[in-house]
């Protein structure tokens, strides 16, 4: 696997792991005890740290890009593993 596109894949992993990251961690002004702004929802976060949530994707996305690049070098789960419609054998024979 070339150096890019082993990059772009880190990419993807980094930004479908926002979306796991992003609800943990997070207090809302009740739960911190403080007033809330005039108009904010209920469950508007307190305050946002962009920092940590960046550190955390990146910790999350690299680990599950680690995980990916394993399974690439010792094809532990290969594609025909879980092919239920068992079209790569279809393929071969035709």
């Given at each position: ?69 394993l399974n690439y070098h010792f094809e532990w789960i290969t594609p025909q593993m879980i092919d ?11």
């Open positions: 696997m070339r150096w890019t596109s082993a990059f772009a894949i880190w990419f993807l992993f980094c930004a479908l792991s926002v979306f796991f990251v992003l609800p943990f961690g997070v207090r809302t002004a009740e739960e911190a005890g403080v007033a809330p702004v005039p108009g904010q929802a209920e469950s508007a976060p307190h305050e946002f740290r962009p920092l940590r949530t960046i550190i955390r994707v990146l910790i999350v996305g690299t680990v599950l890009w680690g995980l990916f690049l239920v419609l068992d079209t790569w054998n279809d393929a071969a024979s035709s």
